[in-house]
């Protein structure tokens, strides 16, 4: 089983960047497959982006590619996503979630969720 716990949300601008942490418990980090997933008041959550429990294979829902960036550093038990280009409509609560089989959806682990919103 692992706990997760995200970090780094705020308010910024569009046009901005933020950076998301989710900091995992436990010491087979790197056998989960670890996603972003958000969800906007009044819409249901949906995937954002995904990576590999040895970083190698990335995944994006479409309306980041090219914004996000999604890695992680195994040694910390930690996982990131970089957004630059923020938009207004990025404003959601950010889940980071793990799975050992799962890549883009039907994960068993869920963080908290940290709040991001962007500003006009």
């Known amino acids: 089983q692992v706990q997760l716990v995200e970090s780094g949300g705020g308010l910024v601008q569009a046009g901005g960047s933020l950076r998301l942490s989710c900091a995992a418990s436990?010491?087979?980090?790197?056998?989960?497959?670890m996603g972003w997933f958000r969800q906007a008041p009044g819409k249901e959550r949906e995937f954002v982006a995904a990576i590999t429990g040895s970083g190698g294979t990335t995944h994006y829902a479409d309306s980041v590619k090219g914004r996000f960036t999604i890695s992680r550093e195994n040694a910390k038990n930690t996982m990131y996503l970089q957004m630059n280009g923020l938009k207004p409509e990025d404003t959601a609560v950010y889940y980071c979630a793990a799975d050992p089989l799962a890549i883009t959806s039907t994960y068993n682990y869920w963080g908290q969720g940290t709040q991001v919103t962007i500003s006009s």
């Open positions: 436990g010491r087979t980090f790197s056998r989960y497959n």
